[in-house]
């Protein structure tokens, strides 16, 4: 067997959390919920509620990559894609609904010199079908991708690396300005959400909110799945597709299934960011940002969907901190975490914190 | 049931033309110097290599070159692979289930397991995680996966290579405990006292072509065999 | 006295266009009289000078010069007898225009033009000019006064003065300028001689330039016209393709090139350790950086050696780079070999600490090189496509690193070594390979070969920090698409993948260029998902 075939597969050394023994995420899914209480009875200053809601849309995109790549081995390094498709159709939504109630067209349509919208916004003022188109859309792209890579059994770095491709293609392709959707400058100044006006603290609280409920709620579904039978497929999958394949699982369609959630979860993110943030731009499909994301779930720790959350929240936390306080040295700060991460603790911050003593199941497993 | 099999690698061509027929409840065992072609057989038939020509049958309508590896284990072709193929992140028992196959309902998993624990002798044993088991027993709980599914052809892939003595008589006992009128075993193995002690035939491979088929105490004294395995 | 003049003229132009040798001397007394003429006088020694012009000797068209210079600066007196030319206007007396000698020009008439008769004057002036100006600027002065009018102007004057033209530049001009007149001479034998003469230099000015025809009257009234037109224009038509094809082609070779010195690194890297080396574009840019550094120091060092920079800085650079990725090698990546995903994470790690410490140190702007003249300019080589030095010194670069990886890897030690470990890493690290010490000078030739690939860009691209990430995603699918750990599979994807981009890029522009591409290599996948070289493998 060759040395490279052999290590083309996906690493067999991460742990998993399992199932719904994991008191770390019960303890996260209680926080998230004792968070979005607090908001509600006593909200702090709106620039903290929106940094909460932010993270909280943060460690859901990273759940959604660690439920790939964790437990089912495929590191995506695309997910800002799916991230960005429900980033969009959101940012649409939100200016076709502005168009609806003011009549105003927004800047960078007029500067296209168009008077109405395109017609392929049609319909995007009402929110239902809004969040169901950009989670049909995150969900159909990655079905399409998925079926072509995971067919041809495309997988491990190779899968990353044409990943990356995709995600950088879609950069280039949102760049121009001739699509609609913003060109280089994205879409921003969206005036209203469901009828009250962008910015005022109750809409900030409300959306910190929704991401905090939304992520309490991912976390409460995934650790169902993963821990299901259909978890247990995916670790064995990961560990060794082959075998699983001969014993007359098709994993293509496992793979597919539980990749096209990931998508959809991601593009869940994404809907709950871009309000937050005000704007979405082509910068959000930059291939480094997706790499990003899975450093967050590195460095929280790989396997785990807990870690996942601890790590985007840490290292974005950190990120709001220091890229205001020293902008020069947040990338140092950033490479010397990875490189501390995948040389010393291969299961992430986890390893380090300790939380609970190690379970028996993992004793054993390299 | 295989049929005039031809499968290359690039210019090299590891099975030449290679016919056999394994009946229902027959031991069959495959052997062969190195490079003869045995594994390469194996992943012909359970659908990881797709051969140049030639058909693999089973029964009478099912050409298994046609099929993909899930649809051949759906089938009911199991394959124990050469290295002990266990997902070292589940538990025995887990193993087992996975084992089963996606056709067993899940009502009549816990009661086959329980069986099948029994068989290989790992009952106490179900709670670990099956990366922290022995070289043996992960042989021990690969049988017991591929025999889960209540395979009709088992298709075994050295089953007791770096096993101990002890171990290699467990697994024959083990393996001729297995033969059912319905079930068709297929072995490979380079030890000749296991494969004396399970096969009913064999059939011996050199150099991607058939030398020899038929009763090992033939093989033994077959001057081409002979030549093969102790000549040069 | 002017008709015979004239008569002389137009049968020395016959006798000229038999015998191009023949120059006849111009009737010096008679031009001076004319020149002292009435309006209609003036304007015809204007004109019979510029008709004849293409054939008069130099010293002539001084004369004739000076006395048109003076004529129209009202420096030409003109007593009954010849004429004289003053100092400056309304001077007492002057030289003889045909003796030189010193005569009162007291009394004496001082012509003045008028509009018409300046205009003719002036063009004989810028013919004089064109013919015997001191320098280019004079010449080139010349030319424009003689644009203006450059219909009167005879086809022979033109040709003169571009094969006497030293200046390559304004030789050009000329010929144009020839071109052109001839084109919208109102003979019809000149204008297809044109026709067939602006054929026979194809370009894409040309084919303008004969496209432009179409509209003349001529060509739906003229059918010989038409006919020498229609295939002028066709064969100029059909060169303009074949040359722009080959622009294509060679445009789709350097690329392909750069592609290739990006990627042929990371496919030694990939094919030995199955790690995916996200930093090789940050290698690529120490690589550039390396040969500024060389630049720099020629220029402190060794001034008079500076255009040799670019060869001293092949070796710094791949040294420089190979010692870089060593390092690497052995403080990351050892670690993670059996966890290619993680080394996958640690290699983007290595290029941000990298990108970011140039940006810290160096500073994010864009480096200044020098351009030795063996990578500036080309050599025009047919129709529109030109052969520009720097892109064949990247396509040369790229060939001879081929044939030195291909050295390294088929005649040495360490090629034995590398491929060894690369087939079977197990059975290499049995026979006592020390796989290890193979791994880290295998990364060190791969991360070397992105240095080199890092002097080959200099005089192509603008050198900055960040110009790492625009080749990654490119030279990636190079090595998806070219199978692991061949370098041969490498070479022929980035050949196609160049290729395809030039070849698509002008029909459909660039990033629909790069979707087809992906698509491509992804449907590709389907069929080969081993890539193009890979040898199938058993499990």
């Given at each position: 067997m060759s040395g490279a075939v052999q290590t083309d597969r996906a690493p067999t050394s991460g742990p998993a959390g399992r199932g719904v023994r994991d008191p770390l995420v019960t303890g996260l899914v209680g926080l998230c919920l004792a968070a979005a209480a607090g908001l509600v009875v006593a909200p702090p200053a709106p620039y903290l509620v929106n940094a909460l809601g932010q993270l909280a849309a943060f460690a859901i995109l990273a759940v959604s990559l660690d439920l790939v790549w964790g437990y089912l081995g495929i590191l995506s390094l695309g997910h800002g894609l799916f991230f960005a498709i429900g980033g969009y159709v959101c940012a649409m939504h939100l200016l076709a609904h502005g168009v609806a109630v003011t009549g105003v067209l927004p800047d960078f349509v007029q500067f296209m010199g168009w008077t109405s919208l395109p017609a392929y916004w049609t319909g995007l003022d009402h929110a239902p079908y809004a969040l169901v188109l950009a989670l049909a859309l995150a969900g159909l792209v990655a079905f399409v991708f998925g079926l072509a890579s995971f067919r041809s059994r495309v997988n491990g770095v190779y899968f990353s690396i044409i990943s990356q491709a995709l995600v950088y293609v879609a950069m280039l392709l949102m760049y121009r300005n001739d699509t609609g959707l913003g060109g280089n400058n994205g879409m921003t100044g969206f005036p209203l959400l469901f009828g009250w006006p962008m910015g005022s603290p109750g809409v900030v609280t409300g959306l910190a909110v929704a991401a905090l409920l939304t992520l309490a709620a991912i976390l409460a579904g995934t650790r169902r799945l993963v821990g299901s039978a259909v978890g247990r497929r995916m670790l064995a999958c990961r560990d060794d597709e082959t075998r699983l394949r001969t014993l007359g699982y098709s994993t293509t369609r496992l793979k597919l299934g539980i990749w096209c959630l990931s998508a959809m979860i991601a593009a869940l993110a994404g809907i709950l960011y871009v309000p937050q943030v005000g704007i979405i731009n082509p910068r959000v499909l930059a291939p480094d940002l997706s790499i990003e994301i899975a450093v967050w779930v590195a460095i929280g720790g790989l396997g785990r969907l807990g870690g996942a959350v601890i790590g985007a929240v840490l290292v974005n936390g950190l990120k709001f901190w220091l890229s205001a306080a020293m902008p020069e040295a947040w990338p140092f700060i950033l490479s010397g975490l990875v490189l501390l991460v995948v040389l010393v603790l291969p299961n992430g911050l986890l390893d380090l914190v300790a939380l609970r003593p190690r379970p028996t199941w993992l004793r054993g497993a390299r | 049931m295989v049929d005039a099999l031809t499968v290359a690698f690039g210019r090299f061509t590891a099975l030449d033309s290679v016919s056999l027929a394994v009946d229902p409840g027959e031991v069959r065992a495959v052997i062969g110097p190195n490079g003869a072609g045995k594994t390469t057989l194996l992943d012909v038939i359970s659908g990881l290599t797709k051969p140049v020509s030639g058909r693999v049958m089973l029964g009478d309508r099912i050409d298994l070159t046609q099929c993909s590896e899930a649809a051949i284990a759906r089938a009911g072709v199991r394959r124990k692979f050469q290295k002990p193929s266990v997902f070292p992140a589940l538990t025995v028992r887990e193993n087992l289930e996975i084992g089963c196959g996606p056709a067993v309902p899940g009502r009549a998993r816990p009661a086959r397991i329980a069986a099948i624990l029994g068989e290989i002798g790992l009952g106490p044993r179900?709670?670990?995680?099956?990366?922290?088991?022995?070289h043996g027993e992960k042989q021990w709980l690969e049988i017991g996966m591929v025999l889960a599914a209540e395979p009709a052809l088992l298709l075994l892939d050295e089953p007791v290579a770096g096993l101990s003595d002890a171990e290699t008589a467990h697994t024959a006992a083990l393996i001729r405990a297995l033969r059912r009128p319905d079930r068709a075993i297929l072995v490979i193995e380079h030890d000749m006292g296991f494969v004396e002690a399970v096969a009913d035939r064999v059939t011996v491979l050199h150099e991607g072509r058939t030398l020899y088929e038929g009763s090992m105490a033939g093989a033994r004294g077959d001057a081409q065999v002979i030549e093969v395995f102790l000549g040069r | 006295m002017g008709e015979p003049l004239r008569a002389l003229l137009a049968l020395c132009c016959l006798a000229l266009l038999a015998v191009p040798a023949c120059a006849a001397p111009l009737d010096r007394a008679a031009f001076a009289t004319e020149l002292c003429g009435d309006g209609a006088a003036q304007v015809r020694a204007a004109e019979g000078l510029v008709q004849a012009g293409g054939d008069l000797p130099a010293d002539d068209l001084t004369f004739a010069g000076r006395l048109l210079a003076a004529l129209a600066e009202r420096r030409l007196s003109c007593p009954a007898d010849g004429a004289l030319l003053l100092d400056r206007p309304g001077a007492p007396e002057g030289h003889d225009a045909l003796t030189g000698a010193l005569r009162p020009a007291a009394e004496a008439r001082a012509p003045v033009l008028g509009l018409r008769q300046r205009a003719a004057v002036e063009t004989a002036r810028g013919t004089v000019a064109l013919l015997t100006g001191p320098d280019p600027a004079a010449r080139a002065a010349g030319l424009a006064v003689v644009e203006r009018r450059i219909?009167?102007?005879?086809?022979a004057l033109l040709d003169r003065a571009r094969d006497a033209e030293t200046d390559a530049a304004l030789r050009g001009t000329i010929a144009g300028l020839a071109q052109a007149a001839a084109l919208s001479s109102p003979d019809p034998a000149r204008r297809r001689a044109a026709i067939a003469a602006v054929a026979a230099a194809p370009s894409g000015t040309a084919q303008a330039r004969l496209t432009a025809l179409k509209s003349d009257p001529a060509y739906a009234a003229d059918p010989a016209f038409r006919a020498a037109l229609d295939a002028g224009l066709s064969q100029v038509r059909r060169a303009v393709a074949v040359g722009d094809g080959l622009a294509v082609l060679y445009n789709g070779l350097s690329v392909a090139s750069i592609l290739f010195m990006a990627a042929a690194g990371l496919a030694i890297i990939f094919g030995l350790?199955?790690?995916?080396?996200?930093?090789q574009g940050e290698f690529i840019m120490l690589g550039a950086y390396a040969t500024y550094g060389v630049q720099e120091a020629f220029r402190r060092l060794a001034p008079g050696l500076l255009d040799l920079y670019l060869v001293a800085a092949i070796p710094v650079a791949f040294a420089t780079v190979a010692l870089v990725g060593i390092v690497v090698e052995a403080l990351i990546l050892r670690h993670l070999y059996r966890r290619p995903l993680m080394s996958l994470l640690a290699t983007w790690a290595v290029s941000l600490f990298l990108v970011n410490l140039v940006r810290v140190t160096v500073g994010t702007q864009n480096l200044q090189f020098v351009m030795p003249a063996y990578v500036s300019g080309g050599v025009p080589l047919y129709a529109d496509f030109v052969v520009t030095w720097n892109r064949l010194f990247a396509i040369a670069f790229a060939a001879a690193t081929l044939v030195l990886t291909l050295l390294i890897l088929r005649r040495t030690p360490l090629g034995l070594d590398i491929r060894a470990v690369t087939q079977n890493r197990d059975m290499a690290a049995c026979l006592g390979l020390p796989t290890r010490r193979v791994d880290r000078l295998a990364f060190g030739l791969g991360s070397g070969l992105a240095g080199l690939a890092g002097v080959a860009l200099c005089p192509i691209y603008s050198v900055n920090p960040s110009m790492g990430s625009g080749f990654i995603v490119d030279s990636f699918m190079v090595v998806v698409l070219g199978g692991v750990g061949s370098l041969l599979g490498t070479l022929v994807a980035a050949l196609g993948v160049g290729g395809a981009n030039v070849l698509i890029e002008p029909i459909s522009g660039a990033v629909a260029a790069k979707v087809i591409v992906l698509v491509g290599i992804i449907l590709f996948l389907q069929r080969r998902p081993e890539g193009l070289f890979a040898a199938r493998r058993r499990r």
């Open positions: - | 179900a709670r670990v995680p099956a990366g922290s088991l022995a | 219909a009167t102007v005879p086809a350790m199955g790690v995916i080396n996200l930093a």
